[in-house]
C-alpha cells in the first residue's frame, strides 16, 4: 500500500479529513523549506503539497506566482527540491509528499530521469498542472514503475466525457479546483461543490480533495464535510510572505494556521 493509500485508510477509519498544506519549495529560503515540511506535520498535516517553482504558473494566482519568483531568484531548481524531500525522510517516512508543478521542468529532465529522482528521494505522486489526460500516456508510463501516483485536476468545466478518462488513469486521489479561476479566487459556493463531488463519486472510489477559495478554518470545515480532503494553497503561503523576514514569527504563524484548520476538520458535525 502506498503512502498515499495508506494515509487516507487511517483518517477514514478514524473519520477523519485530510489536510493536505500547499508550499513553493526554496520559498522563502532554500534552507527553510524542510523545516517547514515538518511544521506543517507537527501542526495536524497529513500530506505536504511542495510546488516547483516555475517561471510561467498561469493556473497561480498572485500570490502563488511571487512565490515561484522568490524560489527561483533563490537558486532553487527541480533537483534541489528532490534533495528537500530527501531530508525531510530522514526524519518522516510517513507522510505522503506530492509535487504539484508544470510540464515544463518534467521534460527538460526527461520524464524517466525526472520519475526515477523523484522516487529515489521519497515523492508519492505528482500533480502536473498543464498536462491533459490525453496526453499524459507517456508520463503515467515513466510514473508507474517507480510508484509515483498521477494527480489530476478536475474544476467545474470538466464533463462526462473527460471525468471517465481522468477517472481511468488517475491514482492516488483527485484534486477537485472548486472555482473558476486561478489560485487565491474566493466566491466559493460549497453547494455547488457538494453537486459536483457527488457526480465524480459516480463514477470513481478515489478519495476527493478540494481547493481554491480555502482562506479560514470556517470555509475549511465546510468543505470538509463533503469532501475526503482540503487543499490550502494561497492562504497559508501569503503568510509566509507577510512573515520572510522574520523567521521564527515565520514559523509560529504558519504553525498556528494550520492547527486552526486541523481543528476545524476534527470538529465537523
Known amino acids: 500500500m502506498s503512502r498515499i493509500q495508506a494515509c487516507f485508510s487511517a483518517l477514514q477509519d478514524n473519520n477523519k479529513k485530510a489536510l493536505i498544506p500547499f508550499i513553493t519549495a526554496g520559498d522563502p529560503d532554500p534552507g527553510l523549506t524542510v523545516g517547514l515540511m515538518h511544521d506543517l506535520v ?51 517516512d510517513t507522510t505522503p509528499v506530492i509535487l504539484m508543478g508544470y510540464l515544463n521542468p518534467i521534460e527538460i529532465m526527461g520524464y524517466e530521469n525526472f520519475a526515477d529522482k523523484a522516487n529515489k528521494s521519497g515523492v508519492d505522486g505528482v500533480l502536473v498542472v498543464d498536462l491533459p489526460p490525453e496526453e499524459s500516456g507517456d508520463l503515467n508510463k515513466a510514473f508507474k514503475p517507480k510508484s509515483l501516483d498521477q494527480i489530476y485536476l478536475l474544476s467545474p468545466t470538466t464533463n462526462d466525457g473527460r471525468l471517465d478518462r481522468i477517472c ?41 480533495g478540494v481547493g481554491f477559495g480555502i482562506k479560514d478554518p470556517q470555509i475549511a470545515g465546510a468543505v470538509g464535510k463533503i469532501s475526503d480532503a482540503v487543499v490550502i494553497g494561497s492562504a497559508l503561503v501569503e503568510r509566509i510572505a507577510e512573515h520572510a523576514d522574520e523567521k521564527e514569527k515565520m514559523k509560529l504563524e504558519v504553525s498556528a494556521f494550520i492547527r486552526s484548520l486541523r481543528e476545524a476538520l476534527d470538529n465537523i458535525d
Open 42 to 92: 507537527s501542526a495536524g498535516a497529513n500530506i505536504i503539497e511542495l510546488g516547483i517553482p516555475f517561471s510561467d504558473p498561469m493556473a497561480d494566482g498572485p500570490v502563488i506566482q511571487r512565490a515561484s519568483e522568490r524560489a527561483l531568484a533563490n537558486g532553487t531548481h527541480t533537483d534541489d527540491i528532490f534533495k528537500m524531500v530527501a531530508e525531510f525522510r530522514q526524519q518522516d
Open 168 to 208: 481511468e488513469v488517475a491514482s492516488g486521489f483527485l484534486y477537485y479546483v472548486s472555482l473558476k479561476g486561478v489560485t487565491g479566487s474566493d466566491r466559493l459556493d460549497v453547494d455547488v461543490v457538494a453537486e459536483k463531488l457527488n457526480q465524480i463519486r459516480s463514477k470513481t472510489s478515489l478519495p476527493l
